[in-house]
């Protein structure tokens, strides 16, 4: 009996995973998107578990943001509605990066970082932009080549 229990709840908890895989997969490609069509920003970074291919359903989704203009990302703005990740859950400042946090409908955490194009400096490289990249580091837009070469040095 215990066999068909766990055959009977296996599929609903594999489509959970599922629908949390593709909701990430889909937040990713919003932010890359975004990015992509906003002069300001000159890269997308993804880091942590899903850049690592490690995202368990609980991973939350993290992402570096480089920006030429990091004071025009403040509350109420119209990155936040033209984004539409949900709920802001928390702001707060590490170092030179503004994190956002974010909460969707079904409960996926969204962060993103806000930074300015100095985070990806390669001469030297912060300890902790070095941290960051080291865990895990994958770029999402990168047209002038930072990120890869942050990366490449951090490698």
Do not use: F, K
Not at 19 to 26: G, I, T, V
Not at 65 to 70: N, R
């Amino acid at each position: 009996m215990d066999g068909l229990e766990l055959e009977g709840v296996r599929p609903a908890a594999g489509q959970a995973v599922q629908a949390r895989e593709a909701e990430r997969l889909a937040v990713i490609d919003r932010v890359t998107r975004w990015g992509a069509n906003r002069s300001d920003v000159v890269g997308v970074l993804l880091v942590g578990s899903c850049a690592r291919g490690t995202a368990r359903p609980e991973s939350d989704v993290d992402l570096v943001v480089l920006t030429t203009d990091p004071s025009g990302y403040g509350e109420g703005g119209a990155w936040l509605r033209e984004l539409s990740l949900g709920e802001v859950a928390r702001v707060r400042e590490w170092g030179p990066v503004t994190e956002w946090r974010h909460v969707t409908a079904s409960g996926l955490e969204v962060e993103l970082g806000i930074t300015s194009t100095n985070w990806a400096r390669t001469d030297p490289v912060d300890a902790g932009t070095r941290a960051v990249v080291v865990d895990g580091a994958r770029p999402l837009y990168d047209p002038a080549g930072l990120l890869g070469a942050l990366i490449g040095v951090c490698g």
